[in-house]
């Protein structure tokens, strides 16, 4: 491998090169990186109208105790669905109610993580024509121990009254629930219930152990929130940013159709923009252009949602003094959020009102907004597009082979017009299993492509980011997680390989091999923000099932300025390239960190079979 440092002019990578991609899928945001324990917790979830399913809300106490209806007498205009709850047993009596008492309870997602010590936050409403003596508990599935209880005693709740209470846990259980019970006679209404953690990123509502995962990967935007979920199999199950902002309790949620899951829309426009913010990452605002998977608006017809999407525009840039700025601003965000990027729609190309609404939006946003840019969905890689668009986006799913030779994918490619937004590729299929090494060097390969071909690609996300273990609706994916667990794939792990690369300077680099090699290199010199110092970074994958003895020899580089005790070598590998990591196992496929003894600018690096291997040499 040849690398030569003095490449003249330097070509540097953008900072936007790698970044994520977040979608509403397999449960990722809400049960997912949206903290909310309850699932389901305006009791929408079953539909509009009475009566309505209140899953996975259930009930305690048989009928002869507690018989539990819905009606449309919430105090939330958007949701009017609440439980009613007549309970027929009472502290003494008769018909006395067991010593648990009687009420509903939630689950939350596949069991809410309790944890010793930490607080909870839980909120609800609650109505009734008597004084109510209640109790909000966590208990956890261990013999339905309780973990946490509060007591409301002899409270005058006849109109619809907010309740606020914290709950600090005296025990440990990942698969515990949320109880609202009773044991006096009466009737009953409760709604929008809710339980935070109190230790959220930053009091953001984000789960920490998941940012953390993301904030690891440095990414250099976030596209959001889709993928399919933007267009729904239907246009009235679509993504609508204007229902998931503004109070929570507000928030109508709605069925997401296309992954067949209900959401509270709690993770909304507003919370997504913070998590950009939060990560340091550009947000990538995808949004519906009046296209569905089954139905679509006509062109003639879409300026109302084109003005929606200048509200949206409006909403996260627009002064804390205009229409939808005063909105963020009322949400606690007065500065605007820094929204460069918007794409029209999620591969929605080949719709035939594609174009038609495409021009619509464009033309008004980048009328109001020049220095957006917009992506459009019709591949611009192998034909010019025929429509302005700043990016166009590429989405690859394909097995291994063919993943490691899309590396060279645009190496001849038209140097000029729009730049290719990669934003969702994976190895898909047998050769991924649930997360296999041989996926994450395929991937890898094909990234370095991206790398150095930088010029003509801008963005690169790989897809889906997270999956709940217990929804597996598409696989593979790049983090797994449950209620108090989280672990990354080999794919992940291979991202990290790649997090020093955004505003790095790409070198020019040749491999002298056969033509049927399984090596794939770039080299980039980056710096180091924390300590100042350069390091020159040689990243390469043996897709093969060889070892193989690589040269490496760096030109422009003197031998005595290389700093031995610094310099590292990295890898990711396995004796099995389908090897993947686990809830037990979670780190048996991740990367290994040595010092490179024999750092020079001529030096012989020996490559394991199936690995990537990244080499810094500290300058
Ligand atoms: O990444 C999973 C899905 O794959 C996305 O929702 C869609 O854009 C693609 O088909």
Redesign the pocket.
Known sequence: LFVNVSENPPRKIPNTMFGI?F?E?NHSGAGGLWAELVSNRGFEAGGQNTPSNISPWSILGDESLIFVSTDRSSCFDRNRIAPRMEVLCNTDGGNMCPAAGVGVYNPGFWGMNIEQGKTYKVTFYVRSLQPIEMSVSLIGSNALQKLATADIIDENVTNWTKKEILLQAAGTDPNSRLQLTTRKKGTIWVDQVSAMPLSTHKGHGFRQDLFNMLADLKPGFIRFP????VEGEWLVNAFRWKETVGAWEERPGHFGD?WQYWTDDGLGYFEYLQLAEDLGALPVWVFNNGISHNDQVDSSVILPFVQDILDAIEFARGDPTSTWGSVRAAMGHAEPFDLRYVAVG??DCGNKNYRGNYMKFYTAIKGAYPDIKIISNCDGSTRQLDHPADLYDF?V?TNANSMFSMAHNFDHNSRSGPKAFVS?Y?VTGNDAGRGSLLKALAEAAFLLGLEINSDVVEMASN??LFVNANDWR?NPDAIVFDSSKVYGTPSYWMQHFFKESNGAILLNSKLQANSSSSLIASAISWKNPDSNRSYLRIKVVNFGSNRVSLKVSVDGLDKNSIEVAGSTITTLMSSNAMAENSFSEPKKVAPTTSQLENASNRMNVVLAPYSLTSIDLLR
């Open positions: 991609s979608e899928i889709g993928g399919s979920f296309v999620n591969q989405h799913y969702e994976a897809a889906p598409f």
